[in-house]
């Protein structure tokens, strides 16, 4: 389990909210969770971007950008040589109850600082997937963005409590592959890089933008394309991301089995190696 190592709550020091936070009432809220490697936060210009997203998308008002900033640098610098920087952004606290935000309400940031260790094994031999019985809906109604609501996520991820396997698939109601519960997807087929789009459902990953991005730059076809079982069943590898773990293989999907894939190692590689 990763140790909590800090917490600001709006600049101070502390590990509680006011029960009247709509992040807690509500899940009314957006968040970040970003790798800090030799205390420096990775990739944090696409993390911030995607926050702003969700910040529009969601009509919360966020005037305190400049205090993040230096929350950031301060809980960076303090960090071990690999650790977690979490950032969630509430639509805060209101003095009455209900659904409704009554007129302005201060947001409330919550930036928090957490151990953590790299996955050699799994990096290595790639990942065990597990399909979830969970459906997601085919559309909804905030696409992209890393939203408080994550209920889903957490009741597919139970599913697999015990069984073998580092995540669990997640498929909509159309049967269509949309993601793992804490990772985007790619499948590898005929040198071709192909993943969900997310713009109906899911999560757009900055790992996963980071992928599309640098498969440009390395000469390698990459593009967005409904997927199946199918699909994956069909591919020649498979890997997935996130922005603790980078990029993955698969090892295995059920009892489906792949080869560890020159270009997704290629791919690896070469974002390891970036500064941004």
């Known amino acids: 389990m990763s140790a909590l190592l800090g917490c600001w709550i709006d600049g ?3 590990s509680s909210v006011p029960v009247d936070d709509r992040g807690l009432q509500y899940g009314d809220g957006i968040f970040e969770t970003i790798l800090v490697r030799g205390g420096k936060p990775r990739f944090l210009e696409a993390h911030r971007a995607r926050l702003q997203r969700g910040l529009v998308q969601l009509g919360i008002q966020f005037l305190a950008s400049d205090e993040l900033n230096a929350e950031i640098a301060r809980a960076s610098a303090m960090a071990p040589p690999l ?3 979490k950032i969630i952004i509430t639509r805060g606290s209101t003095q009455r109850r209900g659904y409704t935000p009554a007129g302005f309400v201060q947001a409330r940031r919550i930036v928090s600082l957490w151990e953590t260790a790299l996955e050699t094994a799994v990096a290595e031999q790639g990942a065990i997937l597990r399909i979830a019985r969970l459906r997601l809906p085919q559309s909804s109604a905030f696409p992209g ?3 408080l609501n994550r209920l889903e996520n957490v009741m597919a991820a139970a599913e697999g409590i015990g069984a073998p396997a580092y995540d669990s698939l997640l498929l909509d109601t159309g049967d269509h592959l949309v993601s793992g519960t804490a990772c985007n997807v790619f499948v590898v087929r005929s040198g071709i890089l ?3 789009p997310v713009d109906r459902v899911g999560v757009a990953g900055v790992m996963r933008g980071i992928v599309l991005r640098e498969s440009t730059a390395l000469d390698i076809e990459a593009r967005e394309q409904v ?4 699909d994956v069943a069909r591919a020649d590898g498979m890997f997935i991301t996130n ?6 293989q698969v090892q295995r999907v059920g009892e489906h089995a792949f ?4 270009l997704a190692t290629r791919l690896a590689a070469h974002i390891e190696t970036l500064d941004a």
């Open 12 to 14: 101070v020091a502390g």
């Open 83 to 85: 650790a977690i920087l």
């Open 145 to 147: 963005i890393k939203h």
């Open 194 to 196: 192909l993943t969900p």
């Open 227 to 230: 997927l199946t079982l199918d």
């Open 243 to 248: 922005a603790r773990i980078g990029v993955v």
């Open 259 to 262: 080869p560890m894939n020159p």
